[in-house]
């Protein structure tokens, strides 16, 4: 089992930044890839940025390329999302999220994740 927990959200106006953070707990996420999540209402939850876990490649959705970095400290068992340059398009619950997988494909999906976090809103004023 792997408890995850985000934090880190809020209300910021567009063009502003937020870091949001997501510790691990209990069994050791090391060996996992990780991934960020959002879902706005009447949404389906979208794929925003993960890290494949044995080679640490980076992939991002591409409405947040440029915008967003994904980073992970494996000593702190911690995940970090940067969001930078928001737009009120990127309010959300944002959700981070473990999977046992590589493939790009799968870490696109949120069926390739077996454990989530409670999730953080963050909303972005025009």
């Known amino acids: 089992q792997v408890q995850l927990e985000e934090s880190g959200g809020g209300l910021v106006q567009a063009g502003g930044s937020l870091r949001l953070s997501c510790a691990a707990s209990?069994?050791?996420?090391?060996?996992?890839?990780m991934g960020w999540f959002r879902q706005a209402p009447g949404k389906e939850r979208e794929f925003v940025a993960a890290i494949n876990w044995s080679v640490g490649s980076t992939y991002y959705a591409d409405s947040v390329k440029g915008r967003f970095t994904f980073s992970r400290d494996n000593a702190k068992n911690t995940m970090y999302l940067q969001m930078n340059s928001l737009k009120p398009e990127d309010t959300a619950v944002y959700y981070c999220a473990v999977s046992p997988y590589q493939s790009p494909l799968l870490l696109r999906r949120p069926r390739g994740y077996d454990y989530w976090g409670q999730g953080t809103q963050v909303t972005v004023s025009s």
């Open positions: 209990g069994r050791t996420a090391n060996n996992y890839s």
